[in-house]
């Protein structure tokens, strides 16, 4: 992989990142006729961050298993379902973006420390 795709899926990445992020707490707070929209952004923006995350995975490390990766799949599909989990649970907003923040920091600790 050269230089330059890197970077650019890097930044998708992170972009796709930071849109499913902002919908989904979004989805904490927004009204329900919202909902067909945020859904719409948050499934798009995870299958961005799914596509650009196994093709940096094949580029970089030749989908070479890693207990690290494991875990930030499993964080990502968490947070990918928060969305929907919103609108049906209004009454566990609290409790719903806690699991959001957690998931989301367990995530880029991976990426960062890769303990495993």
């Known amino acids: 992989m050269n230089p330059h795709e890197s970077i650019i899926l ?4 992170v972009a796709a990142a930071l849109v499913l992020m902002g919908y989904t707490f979004y989805a904490f707070a927004a009204a329900p006729e ?6 719409i952004w948050t499934g798009g923006a995870s299958l ?3 596509l650009t995350g196994l093709r940096m995975w094949q580029g970089l490390y030749g989908f070479a298993p890693a207990g690290w990766l494991i875990v930030k799949l499993i964080c990502w599909l968490g947070l990918s379902a928060l969305a929907g989990i919103a609108y049906r649970k209004r009454g566990k ?13 367990t995530a880029v600790a991976m990426v960062y420390v890769k303990p495993f």
């Open 48 to 50: 961005v961050m799914l």
């Open 10 to 13: 890097h930044l998708l990445h």
């Open 34 to 39: 919202t909902r067909k929209r945020v859904l």
């Open 93 to 105: 907003a609290g409790l719903l973006a806690g699991v959001a923040l957690i998931l989301a920091v």
